[in-house]
Structures are given as structure tokens and as C-alpha cells.
């Protein structure tokens, strides 16, 4: 299954212990070459740069300059290696996301998730290698990573029916199940595709064909009815969405 060209793989880490720990499970991993090893975010630029690695596990959590900080400064290299972030903080997922990174490891790292990892890694860069270069990606986002009882869950944006607020957290409602993700509604009303997404309320953005429709309250604000029952009002600074969304 592994007998291809290994992935050559540069691990980034400031706590030795588990930068040790981690290339000894990379060396009983299938399909994977350790090409060498950073302590800080500038190191890990300088070695990406100077050694070409096809995969990044990387840190976030470092001094000076953190993974995320690093992710996003080697986006711009043609072509830029896979990043699979390894961390003990459930915290940064939705930022991993943003820089496009291809798994996201909790530590202890488990082996047989490292090794899922580096086979998601190898796949990436071969679906790349074989698509043609679009002259646009898409800004929007397509996924999330959330929390659960399990560990992580990446969620398609398409799924999520809405977003409430909820203090310094955003709550995706997906169906019957729901997760909360540390962001803000003014980035995510940015960042979702607003061919797709519209906000409604200052905490409240809802998918369009998630709308059934609207009708007026006695007071005469705009009421959105929802796919799965609920109601969402509409807030006064959001009216013109209505009739936006109606054609009007």
C-alpha cells in the first residue's frame, strides 16, 4: 500500500520530549521520511525552505513565531508543503482550517492516527499535483473542526443549517447535533459564502434553503421560518436581507 516514494516530512516542535516521541512513531510509519527537525517558528521557514519537504507536522503552540504563524508564511510558496498540525490545544481548530491544513493531530498522537494522516497528506498532494492551478480558489469557507466527546469533527459549511451566538462562541446547528466553535459571527459572516449563508439577527446567520419563508409579527418585524420548525427573527438592521433573499 506504501510502496511509493515516501513523503519527505519535517517535524517542528519546542518541546524536545515530543519532538522525540514524534519521530519514533514517523520512523515505524508507513510510507514517511523524517528530513529534519525545527524548535521554533523561524527554524521551521528557514528548513522548509532551505530542504523542500513535502509535509509539515507542525506545532502550534511555540515561542516567537507559532505554527499557525508558519502555516500561513510557507501558503505562499509554490509549491507549499502539506501541513498536518500536532498539538496539545483543541482550541486553534478552526484557525488550522484557515491556512489549509490537511489533518490536525492531538497529542499524545495516536500511531494509527499519524499514519491517517500521512496517507490524507500523500492524497492531498496528489490530487494537487494532478489538478491544473486555478487562477481563483475560493476565499469561502468550505469546513470546520470542532470539538466532541471523541475529539475532533471537520464539518462541511455546506451542512451547517445556522450559526447562534453564544458569548465569545459560535454554535454550528447541523440537523439534530450542534458544536461550538471559538470564532466570531463578523468573521464568519465573511468568511461563508454569501451565495449560500445570510445573516439574519447580530447572532443568528442561517443557510438560504434552510428559509422557508417570513412573515411579519404584530409589531411588523420580519420572522424567518426554518427548516426544522424554528423561528429566527430578523433583526432591524438586517430587514433589507428579506427582501433581498425574496427578490424585492
Same mark, same amino acid.
Given at each position: ?14 518541546? &524536545?520530549?515530543?519532538?522525540? /516521541? #514524534? +519521530?519514533?512513531? *514517523?520512523? @515505524? %510509519? ?7 527537525? =525545527? ?68 497529542? &499524545?498522537?495516536?500511531?494509527? /492516527? #499519524? +499514519?491517517?494522516? *500521512?496517507? @490524507? %497528506? ?7 499535483? =494532478? ?118
Amino acid at each position: 500500500m506504501h510502496d511509493q516514494v515516501p513523503l519527505r516530512v519535517l517535524i517542528a516542535d519546542d518541546e &524536545p520530549l515530543a519532538a522525540e /516521541r #514524534l +519521530q519514533l512513531l *514517523l520512523a @515505524r %510509519a508507513e510510507g514517511a521520511q523524517l528530513v529534519g527537525t =525545527a524548535s521554533d517558528g523561524d527554524s521551521a521557514i528557514n528548513l522548509t525552505e532551505a530542504l523542500t519537504p513535502d509535509l509539515l507536522l507542525l506545532d502550534i503552540a511555540m515561542p516567537g513565531l507559532d505554527g499557525i504563524g508558519v502555516a500561513r508564511s510557507l501558503a505562499a510558496q509554490k509549491p507549499s508543503p502539506a501541513v498536518v498540525f500536532v498539538t496539545a490545544f483543541d482550541q486553534f481548530a478552526v484557525a488550522a482550517f484557515e491556512v489549509e491544513a490537511v489533518d490536525y493531530l492531538m497529542k &499524545p498522537v495516536d500511531p494509527i /492516527r #499519524l +499514519q491517517r494522516a *500521512l496517507d @490524507r %497528506a500523500r492524497a492531498y498532494l496528489q490530487q494537487r499535483s =494532478a489538478e491544473p492551478a486555478s487562477p481563483k480558489e475560493s476565499r469561502w469557507l468550505e469546513e470546520f473542526w470542532a470539538s466532541d466527546l471523541s475529539g475532533l469533527v471537520r464539518i462541511a459549511a455546506r451542512d451547517v443549517d445556522r450559526v447562534s451566538a453564544e458569548r465569545d462562541y459560535m454554535r454550528l446547528h447541523v440537523g439534530r447535533r450542534s458544536w461550538l466553535i471559538h470564532h466570531s459571527m463578523a468573521a464568519l459572516e465573511e468568511g461563508l459564502d454569501p451565495e449560500l449563508f445570510v445573516r439574519l439577527h447580530r447572532s443568528a446567520i442561517v443557510r438560504k434553503d434552510f428559509i422557508g419563508g417570513f412573515t411579519r409579527n404584530p409589531s411588523g418585524r420580519w420572522i424567518a421560518r426554518l427548516g426544522d420548525g424554528t423561528e429566527q427573527p430578523v433583526g432591524r438592521l438586517y430587514s433589507d436581507r428579506v427582501r433581498a433573499i425574496a427578490g424585492r
